[in-house]
C-alpha cells in the first residue's frame, strides 16, 4: 500500500463546479497534512495546511479525518484559473507527497 | 530574487557519468530538502538537511546519490555512475522549521542517455 493515496483524476468540470479530492495516508502517526499545488512543468506550492479541525480559505475546504486517515480538499466555484494538479502531503518525519490529483476546470 | 534557486536548470548526460546540481535555499531557512519527480508522480524525498548535518535519508536512495551542504547554506545533489532511471526532475526545498511550508525551487531535469 501506497502511504499516500490520492483519487487519481483527471476531474474534469465547469467553471462554478463544485470539485473535491480525496487522500489517504497510511501512517497514523503521521503529525501534519498538507495540500500543495503544482502547475504543469512548475514547482510544487502551498495550497493550504490541514488542521484538525478542519479549515477554510476563501474557496478552499479543507479537512482531516484522523481516525480513517484520510484528508479532503474541497473547491467551490472554481476557477480556470484552478486548473491544476493537486497533492496531498503527510508529515511524518519527512514529507511524503501523494501523485496528485490532475483538475481542469472548462468554461 | 530571494526564492529558492537551483542550477543547472537542464542537465543532459550519457550513461555512466557523474552529474552534480546545485541548491540555494532562502537564506534564512535551516532545512533542506531534496526530492525526485517523475511524470505523473509527486516529488518523492530523497534526503534533508538541518543546517549542515543530513538527517534523513530515503531508503530508496541508492548509494551512487549522495548530497552535501557543508556550511548550511547551499546543498549538493551528486549522482555517480547515471542510469537511465535516473532520469526526472530534482527539486531542492527549504523550510523555517519542520512543519512550516516548504518553498520549491524551480528543479534541475536531468536526462540520461
Known amino acids: 500500500r501506497k502511504e499516500v493515496e490520492q483519487d487519481p483524476g483527471p476531474f474534469n468540470v465547469p467553471e462554478g463546479a463544485t470539485v473535491a479530492f480525496n487522500c489517504t495516508y497510511s501512517?497514523?502517526?503521521?503529525?501534519?497534512f498538507f495540500w500543495y499545488r503544482q502547475d504543469c512543468r512548475k514547482e510544487p506550492k502551498l495550497l493550504m495546511s490541514?488542521?484538525?479541525s478542519g479549515n477554510e480559505d476563501g474557496r478552499f475546504t479543507a479537512q482531516l479525518n484522523r481516525a480513517s486517515q484520510y484528508i479532503s480538499l474541497l473547491i467551490r466555484d472554481s476557477k480556470l484559473s484552478d486548473s491544476a494538479t493537486y497533492l496531498c502531503v503527510v508529515n511524518e518525519r519527512d514529507m511524503r507527497f501523494g501523485a496528485g490529483t490532475r483538475l481542469t476546470v472548462k468554461p | 530574487d530571494t526564492g529558492v534557486s537551483q542550477n543547472p536548470r537542464h542537465k543532459i548526460t550519457k550513461r555512466g557519468q557523474n552529474v552534480t546540481f546545485r541548491c540555494d535555499p532562502i537564506s534564512e531557512h535551516n532545512r533542506l530538502y531534496w526530492y525526485r519527480q517523475t511524470l505523473g508522480q509527486g516529488p518523492e524525498f530523497l534526503t534533508y538537511f538541518q543546517n549542515e548535518a543530513q538527517l534523513e535519508k530515503s531508503r530508496l536512495l541508492s548509494d551512487r546519490f549522495s548530497a552535501e551542504r557543508p556550511k548550511g547554506s547551499f546543498s549538493t545533489l551528486e549522482i555517480q555512475r547515471t542510469e537511465q532511471g535516473d532520469s526526472a526532475m530534482y527539486l531542492c526545498?527549504?523550510?523555517?522549521?519542520?512543519?512550516?511550508?516548504?518553498?520549491f525551487g524551480p528543479g534541475t531535469r536531468l536526462t540520461v542517455l
Open positions: 501512517n497514523s502517526a503521521s503529525q501534519s
Open positions: 490541514v488542521y484538525s
Open positions: 526545498a527549504s523550510s523555517l522549521y519542520r512543519d512550516f511550508e516548504q518553498f
